[in-house]
């Protein structure tokens, strides 16, 4: 297999190429970047490397750039963000480049357009577009469809996060948060699609070795991709805390200070500068899924949850599933899908397992 891995120098590219490096069946790692430095730096530090490892420059706001870097590799895996900017234009190229594709881009917006402009397309061309292949979503979609699994009905799916603000993720992360923060986002209610404004629900949530977090409605993409394989589901929500650092985001936010492209990259040269300040070590976020549905007539409640360090379960995400894309594991391809809607779910479970990542069904984690 060989992968190309866009911003592969990046906090959660370099996550990617550090399990990709390793993985059986890999071939060659390209790592592309703007920072051939630390790209160059990235691929010696990893001596352990059992792929051949190799660094190009590449310009996301080039198209021609693009497709160079593309053409050639079984996959172009992305975590170039933030994705309102660039995922469209990814995807068009990678299809140029006849290439498949993968992602980890999570928020709604693209999603959305990635799915009208591009799977009829992808379709035609026989490629593969996989999109949503981080924390969340990617794990938790697949930890949805593993609950989903065999019920006569699913009716409601919540979906909650925990990321600390001193949990990493660099300036792209950052301004990916401030926007999902402002403006309107996408829910599914009562059986519809509709459109509400960010942080108009609250709620407080039990998490995995966390504790009671508050968490507020954001805009992710799990609202919209489930209801494409389960349209039968009543309720999708999406919501996400930060903990002590939540005043910190989301009372800017109802002021209307990330309003704009130009406020969101303002504010976040102050938060990245207080996130430096104030971290001592990386700390753990959390998530968790609740699935309630039937099975036999009877109503049922089921649970997932798990913690860890989100650079490095998104990372790992990305690999797997661009492994994946790459080895014709997928179970639909061809097209534009969600993890829940092409990735074998106890193959990509055992995945997680091998490197160490579980998921649980109890918040005590037994």
Known sequence: MKIVVLGGAGHMGSSAVEDLATTPGVDLVTIADQDVGRARALAERLTAATARLQVTAVDANVKDSLVAVMRGHDVAASALGPFHRFETKLVSAALEAETDYASICDEWEPTQKVFDKFDAEARDQGRTVLIGLGTSPGVTNIAFAH????????DRVAISCYQPLHGGGGRALLQHALHILAGRTTAWRRGKRLRTAALGEEAVVDFPACGSLRVWNMGHAEPLTIPRYWPEVREVSFMMGFGFASPLLVHPARWGLFSTPSRIDAAVEVIAWIERWTRRERAQG???????????GAPVQRLACGIGEMRRVTGISLAIGA????????????????????????????????????????????
């Open 323 to 366: 492994c994946m894309v790459a080895s014709r594991q997928l179970r639909a391809s061809g097209g534009v899908f969600a993890p829940e809607g092409s990735i074998p779910t106890d193959r990509a479970l055992a995945e997680f397992a091998r490197r160490g990542l579980q998921l649980y069904a109890d918040l005590g984690m037994t």
């Open 147 to 154: 609950l989903a699994a065999g019920l006569d009905r699913v």
């Open 286 to 296: 959390a998530i968790r899924v609740d699935v309630e549905g039937s099975l036999g």
